[in-house]
Nanobody
Framework: QVQLVESGGGLVQAGGSLRLSCAASGRTFSPYAMGWFRQAPGKEREFVSA????????YYADSVKGRFTISRDNAKNTVYLQMNSLKPEDTAVYYC????????????????????WGQGTQVTVSS
């Protein structure tokens, strides 16, 4: 079993930056692809970014491409989401997710792909 805990959310002004962290514990010796999703009030959870278990490949939703960067430090069992040039529409609860990887290079972009989820961290971007 894997437990995921997000942190780093908060309130920022439009144009500002935040870095989210997702710390994994438990069965972290297995290779896991990781993803970030977000959910705004009244909306469905949407894909934000993903990274392969090796860290060698990344993928971004069009809405955040060029502004957000996903990375991982496998030695620390931690995945990061650097968010720059934040917009009010980025306001949401951000969740990290883990999937046992079939191949180290693969990334996954749907909620159905993932096996484990964190509790979420709130990101609020003021106008």
């Amino acid at each position: 079993q894997v437990q995921l805990v997000e942190s780093g959310g908060g309130l920022v002004q439009a144009g500002g930056s935040l870095r989210l962290s997702c710390a994994a514990s438990g069965r972290t010796f297995s290779p896991y692809a990781m993803g970030w999703f977000r959910q705004a009030p009244g909306k469905e959870r949407e894909f934000v970014s993903a990274i392969s278990s090796s860290g060698g490949r990344t993928y971004y939703a069009d809405s955040v491409k060029g502004r957000f960067t996903i990375s991982r430090d496998n030695a620390k069992n931690t995945v990061y989401l650097q968010m720059n040039s934040l917009k009010p529409e980025d306001t949401a609860v951000y969740y990290c997710a883990a999937k046992q990887a079939k191949q180290a290079i693969l990334v996954y972009r749907t909620t159905r792909d993932y096996d484990y989820w964190g509790q979420g961290t709130q990101v609020t971007v003021s106008s």
